[in-house]
C-alpha cells in the first residue's frame, strides 16, 4: 500500500472504485422525518434534515460549475423552499417521491442563479406558480442535474451508513470492511496494510457486512 493511504482515506483502492452496494437497494422516501418538517416548530428535524442534505446539495451545486460561495447559498436558498413548502409536498405525494422533489428545488435555485448571471429576466408567472418550490424549470448549464444528483445521493447514502456503522463495530473491524469492500483492495493487500489474516478479512466482509446493509436500509428508509 502507499505510503500515508489508509483504509478511511478518500482515495481509492487499488481498483479506483466506488462501493456498489449502495445503488443495489432502492431507495424510499423518510416517511417520519417528513412528517416531523411539516411540523415546523420541530427544530430539531430541520437541523437533522440540514446535517443530512447539505453537503448532497452543495456538492451538485459545485458540479454545476458553481463557486464555494455561490453553491453555500444554494444550499441555503433551498432549505428556504423546501421549508416554505414541506406542507404543499405532503399534500402532493403522488406527484413523486421526496428525493425528486428535493432535485426539483435544487435544480431551480442552480437555473435561477444562471439567469441572473446572464442578466436574462425570470419567467413572469402568477406569485403562487412563482413561489412554488414544486415548479418545473430547465435544467442549467454545466452537467445532467439528475446525473449528479444520482450520483451524489448514492455517495451521500454511504457515508452516513459508514458514519453510523463506525459506532458498532471495533475500529479494526472497520478498517478491514472499509479497505475490502468499500475501496476494494484486495485481500492480500488489506492484509499487508493491517497486519490481518485472510481469514479476518472474510470475516469482517460477512459479519461488519450485514450491519453495514442494516443502516443503509435503515438509512434509506429514512431519507
Request: net charge negative.
Amino acid at each position: 500500500m502507499s505510503e500515508g493511504k489508509s483504509p478511511e482515506s478518500g482515495q481509492a483502492g487499488p481498483s479506483g472504485q466506488r462501493s456498489k452496494l449502495a445503488r443495489e437497494t432502492p431507495t424510499p422516501t423518510r416517511s417520519s422525518l417528513l412528517a416531523r418538517l411539516k411540523a415546523k416548530e420541530d427544530q430539531g428535524s430541520w437541523e437533522e434534515f440540514f446535517e443530512i442534505y447539505s453537503e448532497l446539495i452543495y456538492n451538485v451545486a459545485r458540479r454545476a460549475g458553481l463557486s464555494d460561495a455561490d453553491a453555500k447559498d444554494i444550499v441555503q436558498e433551498t432549505t428556504l423552499k423546501v421549508y416554505q413548502g414541506i406542507g404543499r409536498f405532503e399534500k402532493r405525494r403522488e406527484r413523486g417521491s421526496f428525493k425528486a422533489w428535493l432535485c426539483t428545488v435544487t435544480r431551480s435555485r442552480i437555473s435561477n442563479f444562471y439567469k441572473k448571471q446572464n442578466r436574462e429576466p425570470l419567467r413572469q408567472e402568477p406569485r403562487h406558480a412563482e413561489d412554488d418550490p414544486l415548479e418545473q424549470v430547465a435544467d442549467p448549464k454545466g452537467p445532467e442535474i439528475e446525473t449528479v444528483w444520482e450520483e451524489e445521493w448514492q455517495s451521500t447514502l454511504v457515508e452516513g451508513a459508514l458514519a453510523r456503522l463506525k459506532e458498532r463495530v471495533s475500529p479494526l473491524q472497520f478498517q478491514i470492511f472499509h479497505a475490502y469492500v468499500i475501496r476494494e483492495w484486495e485481500v492480500a493487500e488489506v492484509m499487508r496494510a493491517l497486519e490481518v489474516s485472510r481469514a479476518q478479512v472474510y470475516l469482517a466482509k460477512h459479519r461488519v457486512g450485514v450491519m453495514f446493509r442494516e443502516e443503509l436500509a435503515e438509512l434509506q428508509e429514512e431519507l
